[in-house]
């Protein structure tokens, strides 16, 4: 195969990708601007969230820490600060940290 042989085959294929690359952009550009994406909310109401959501949303939290928050809600009342989440068994001040702007307790 010839020099401009190679770079004529390539650019057949630089043009559709670029095309395509856009498309795809702009589809999901359209369904976020539509809201039919399904993304995290920015930030989470620790007395009102389900296990499901605190998971999903807060960094370092599965499913079974996030059930241990709930399980404490349920048993000790709401939370009336942000902090007091470090009262959950495995929740601590590095998980607090890097969670702060996601967690409220207000609505």
């Known amino acids: 195969m ?16 670029a095309m395509l690359a856009v498309l795809l952009m ?7 601007l539509a809201g039919d994406l399904d993304l995290p909310p920015a930030q989470v109401n620790i007395n ?19 059930e241990a928050i709930v399980e404490y809600r349920d048993a000790n009342g709401g939370f009336e600060q942000v902090e007091d989440l ?11 940290e890097i969670n702060a702007e996601r967690i409220t307790v207000s609505e």
Request: hydrophobic share 50%; no cysteine; aromatic share 4%.
């Open 2 to 17: 010839l020099v401009s042989e190679r770079k004529h085959f390539g650019m057949q294929w630089v043009l559709p990708a």
């Open 26 to 32: 702009a589809g999901v550009a359209g369904k976020a």
């Open 48 to 66: 009102t969230a389900d296990a499901e959501m605190l998971a999903l949303v807060l960094d370092g939290v599965g499913q079974a820490r996030a």
């Open 86 to 96: 470090t009262q959950v068994r495995g929740i601590g001040a590095r998980t607090l």
